[in-house]
């Protein structure tokens, strides 16, 4: 089936089949942030924007993806790099495995949540895995790049 869509804010046409999955599709393309990890849905791993709202692409047919808008972490770098250097300062980086699929998830939040308290983080953020951190480093970068963001805290 050939699908037309918009990758990153530049238009591309693919063909694919029936069963592809936007992850499988979108690191074809380019997009080595997308990360296979549970291949069950649960771990947050390969979460990209459909649309400006997080899915993630190991659950989403590449099909369902014509004519919309699909943006991943390269196309986002200002921000994620932004985000990047609070996750950093506070050690919530580790191994960096599951930081793309977090960072995604965090800028969505952001767009997404006014002034989220740290239950709401929690619960926005509940679907990323992390098998290295503790998720307190996280929490911290989360917090002071929100607070910053929001005209409370102060530069890293």
Request: with cysteine; net charge negative; glycine share 10%.
């Amino acid at each position: 089936m050939n699908i037309q869509f918009r990758l990153n804010g530049k238009n591309v046409q693919a063909d694919v089949e029936p069963d592809v999955i936007l992850l499988d599709l979108v690191r074809e393309l380019g997009c080595y942030s997308v990360k296979r990890g549970c291949e069950t849905a649960n771990c947050g791993l390969c979460t990209v924007w459909l649309d400006g709202k997080p899915v993630l692409s190991c659950s989403t047919l590449a099909v369902r993806v014509d004519g919309r808008h699909v943006t991943t972490l390269e196309g986002l770098q200002k921000e994620a790099e932004e985000f990047g250097m609070f996750l950093a300062a506070e050690g919530g980086e580790q191994c960096g495995f599951c930081s793309p699929g977090f960072i995604m998830n965090v800028l969505a939040m952001e767009k997404e949540l006014d002034h989220p308290d740290e239950d709401e983080v929690r619960e926005y953020l509940s679907g990323n895995l992390c098998r290295c951190s503790g998720y307190m480093s996280q929490l911290r970068a989360v917090k002071q790049y929100l607070d910053r963001k929001n005209g409370v805290g102060g530069d890293v």
